[in-house]
């Protein structure tokens, strides 16, 4: 199935692609991916979907080179990834990652500390350093927070430090571990706030996620994960037409889609209304839905 949409990517450059990768950790009976191909095309706000362990974490890590791939390769911008540690360093500054639990990535005592970690490791100057840790914190809402222990946060507060941990490094891509799992309304929609800014100045996003509403809302393109492999990809609303599929593999579809499908079963039942009419007004409350 993921065959239909590839078509639609080949126009648009790849940042990052995997090409039939496999990885087993040690001790698993079963591989957590295997022959997994996709592509994240430059400049798109991505989501990665797939049922709890279907490979989503083991994609990440894979990402930025934290593992590497026992068959198939991973490319970055169409050259394979190298994995000796200067070129693991490099890579890393381009591709950055907020895991799902906090507590992995926050390393130091402070705040401040903990944003200029990565920076202080590739050895810049103190002034820039200075300079970009400043501009993080005032960008991600930390400044009553900076010399604040990081173990005395919220877990909203750790989250928005570990998304500014990674900002600050300027990766090219940034690839977010289920980011609003456990954040309130409130926080999630300041999340998604800073998410749009953050692709508006030119961050291409990989979104791994269990919130079918949001991606909907959010994402340009789809990655439907199952079992290791890339089985369906493409547009929202593409990708969340294959109801059938979706719901066999446990995933199911947005509200808005399960509404709209009820909405149709009764409106086909009254003969005075149209179908063509219907497909106007579903196209409608769809094209709401949407962030923009
Ligand atoms: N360190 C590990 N050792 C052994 N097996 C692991 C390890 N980490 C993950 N796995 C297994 O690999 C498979 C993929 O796990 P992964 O964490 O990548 O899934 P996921 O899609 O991120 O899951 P979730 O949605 O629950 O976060 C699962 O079967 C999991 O049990």
Redesign the pocket.
Known sequence: MAAQFWWRLRDGSMLLEFEQVG??????P????QGLTLGIPTGKRCALI????????????LANGLYKPQQGMVRWQGKPLQYDRASLMALRQRVGLVF?DPEQQLVASTVEEDISYGLCNLGLPEDEIAQRVGEAIVAFGLTELVDRPVHHLSLGQKKRVSLADVMVMQPELLLL??PTAYLDRLHTRDLMVKLKQIWTAGTTILM?T?DLDLVYSWADWVFV?DQ?KLVLQGAPQDVFAHRDFLEKLHLGVPQVFEVLDRVEAAWSSQAELYPSDFNLLRQRILNEFRQG
């Open positions: 990885y087993t950790y040690v001790g698993s079963q591989p957590a991916l797939g049922q709890n362990g279907c490979g989503k974490t083991t994609l990440f890590l799902q571990d289920e791994a269990h994960v290791g």
